[in-house]
């Protein structure tokens, strides 16, 4: 909106004002916008009301005194003298000066106001300014560093991983200077990919989640709210996003592809960014930490065993000597209580509930649980404490790379679903209502996580 246009804006808004008598609603605007537009407003008829309950009547006060100030306070025909001519024509010049000034001021304040609404940016407008930022993103083996400076003399302060995404700023020769995550830097130009290439890498790797912000989520068959219900999610849960169609996100959970109103999740795309050398060093000692925690757990879940198992042995022994009136003299190891044994002790402690059914809410391993619900029962035996959530379950623990890297024991997450490993290629975990707590292969679907509790 140019200068003039404003001008004539704001004025046909002051003649309507006056003409109408019109009570307005402004928006908020400035205090100082507010002072200036109150000068030319006409006094009769107006409830306008700005910012912080502040009225016309006291703004064009508080003008009026803040113009006898600036003027000096001055008063015609002070003395009682009568004005000449000159004096009077010097006079109203000067009023008609003081008036254009005014409505100079006016327009000044006043235009950013009501040029706000036509230069805020939509939110499509972002996405088409984001779009226009040229991606590149990283193929390599394994990693490739940033540096300070174009060089490989420069000093490394982070580092992408196959498939990360980055914005590239400027070209220097054969390096680009480019941002991704918190790390901005230079790197060789040849281990990425841009335009329609790295778009349709990125199409690929991007992980689009859906975040349910609703307390109970129900997943339909069809992207309509009129559709038969074909599962519960709990709120704060991340599903896997397969499609969006007209308002409707398609997820993935236990059940089976469903869809799900976009009023009651929150669908973002996750990628794999640059980390910075302070973040990687951050990040290798939490995952030493988190193995620390691990061996630890084990520990001590192997002494309660072996408690439990002394008890028991103990307790044989005693029944033995009161039959036969000597002792057994037998002893009874516990079994798989060492290293990667615990683990399994974990999964055949789990398979012993396969049949009993499925309860969404539930926490109970003979009376029904949901999936995460039995993995946290499950875990409970071994004095270990879960969340009561499959997307949290994705946090606990340390990370194993793949499903031929699992151990008996580790947790196999899933979109809006969790599992725990048996070994060869197998969970135990409970389903759905329909099929219980059941045994299936790994691999049924895709997992999104696997973390190692011991």
Known sequence: MNHKITKATVCAMAMAVMFSGVRLQEAPVSVEAAHV???FLPAAGVGLVLEDGVSVSQIRDDVKKRKAEKEGAVSANSSGETQTTETAEAASSQETQSEEESETEIVMAVEPVLKEPETKISEEEEREQEEKDVLIIAQVNDYVNIRSTPGTDGEIVGKLYNNSVGTLIATEGDWYQMKSGSVEGYV????????????????????????????????????????SVLGLVPGGEELTVMDENNGFVK??????????????????????TAESIEEERARLAEQEKAKEDARRAAQAAEERMQAKQQAKDQKSKESAAEGSGESSGKSYAPANTSGSGLGQSVADFAVQFVGNPYVYGGTS???????????????????????????????????????????AGDL???????????????????STAATGIKISNADYRTPVAIRRIF
Request: glycine share 10%; hydrophobic share 35%.
């Open 37 to 39: 537009t109150a000068s």
């Open 188 to 227: 060789k130009a040849e281990y990425f990919k841009t335009g329609d290439e790295a778009k349709r890498i990125a199409d690929e790797v991007g992980n689009k989640v859906a975040t349910v912000n609703t307390e109970t989520l129900k997943v339909r068959s069809d992207a309509s709210l009129e559709a």
């Open 251 to 272: 997820v993935s959970i236990e059940e089976g592809d469903g869809w799900v109103s976009e009023d009651y999740v929150i669908v973002a795309t996750e990628y794999v």
């Open 412 to 430: 196999i997450c899933y979109s809006g679903h969790v599992a725990i490993y048996i070994g060869g290629g197998q969970i135990v975990h409970a």
């Open 365 to 407: 391993l003979t009376n029904g649980a949901d999936c995460s619900g039995f993995v946290m029962k499950v875990y409970e035996n071994f004095g270990v404490s879960l969340p009561h959530s499959s997307s949290a379950d994705r946090r606990v623990g340390y990370s194993v790379g793949s499903l031929s890297e699992a151990k």
